[in-house]
């Protein structure tokens, strides 16, 4: 068991940045960023394999979203840059033994994919 604790959202004006924070209990194979809107299904934004660093991001956040680890912290990040309105969401994060993002062409894999998830921590960006 996994348990993770997601910290960093908040309320913003578009064009400025965010950090979310993930800090998981334990080690975890593969790890990952989903944000759900409302009224929408919850879609991956970015991975990641803790023990090589591979990474992957969704095409729509190419270029703006970052995600990292701090490996002795057992925390993962997820670095938001130029903030647009269509990014308000709830923003989850994602672990599991399994990780898509080694199959090839499989991406961030949906959400059954992934074993534990956090609470939330919910981004609001205001035009």
């Known amino acids: 068991q996994v348990r993770l604790v997601e910290s960093g959202g908040g309320s913003v004006q578009a064009g400025e940045s965010l950090r979310l924070s993930c800090v998981a209990s334990?080690?975890?194979?593969?790890m990952g960023w989903f944000r759900q809107a409302p009224g929408k299904e919850r879609e991956g934004v970015a991975g990641i394999v803790p023990g090589t660093g591979r990474t992957d991001y969704a095409d729509s956040v190419k270029g703006r979203f970052s995600i990292s680890q701090d490996k002795g912290k057992n925390t993962i990040y997820l670095q938001i840059n130029s903030l647009k309105p269509e990014d308000t969401a709830m923003y989850y994060c994602a672990a599991g033994p399994r990780c898509p993002l080694l199959r090839g062409g499989a991406g961030l894999g949906p959400p059954e994919e992934y074993t534990y998830w956090g609470q939330g921590t919910q981004v609001n960006v205001s035009s």
């Open positions: 334990g080690y975890a194979f593969c």
